[in-house]
């Protein structure tokens, strides 16, 4: 059974910084896309990074580029994502999600789309204040 499982959230402040992790069990995380995602009430779920299976790199949304980090620990089989600088609008429901395809691809939103992610962690709410 594969389970993932957020931890991390909570309330900072604006321009304060937040670590958000996220443990596999019932996968490596090593062999799947792992992504984050979010989502604000109201609003639709949207995709924030992924560590991409296939070549270990990263991908953003424009929205979170420059301060956000995503990163893996396959010892853990968990993946972070660490965010500074945050902002009021980043409050949401984060989502971490895996799926198994190949894809190799220079755009983040190859990498971002929910519908073609198998599974999902509970969430964690993360609340900025400004």
């Known amino acids: 059974e594969v389970r993932l499982e957020e931890f991390g959230g909570g309330l900072v402040q604006a321009g304060g910084s937040l670590r958000l992790s996220c443990t596999a069990s019932?996968?490596?995380?090593?062999?799947?896309?792992i992504a984050w995602f979010r989502q604000a009430p109201g609003k639709e779920r949207e995709g924030v990074s992924c560590?991409?299976?296939?070549?270990?790199?990263?991908y953003y949304a424009n929205s979170v580029k420059g301060r956000f980090t995503a990163s893996s620990d396959s010892a853990k089989n968990t993946v972070y994502l660490q965010m500074d600088d945050v902002k009021p609008e980043d409050t949401a429901v984060y989502y971490c999600?895996?799926?198994?395809?190949?894809?190799?691809?220079?755009?983040?939103?190859?990498?971002?789309?929910?519908?073609?992610?198998?599974?999902w962690g509970q969430g964690a709410q993360v609340t900025v204040s400004s």
């Open positions: 999600a895996a799926d198994g395809t190949y894809r190799l691809s220079p755009l983040a939103s190859d990498y971002l789309r929910a519908q073609e992610y198998r599974y």
């Open positions: 019932g996968l490596n995380v090593d062999e799947y896309n």
């Open positions: 560590i991409s299976s296939s070549n270990g790199r990263p």
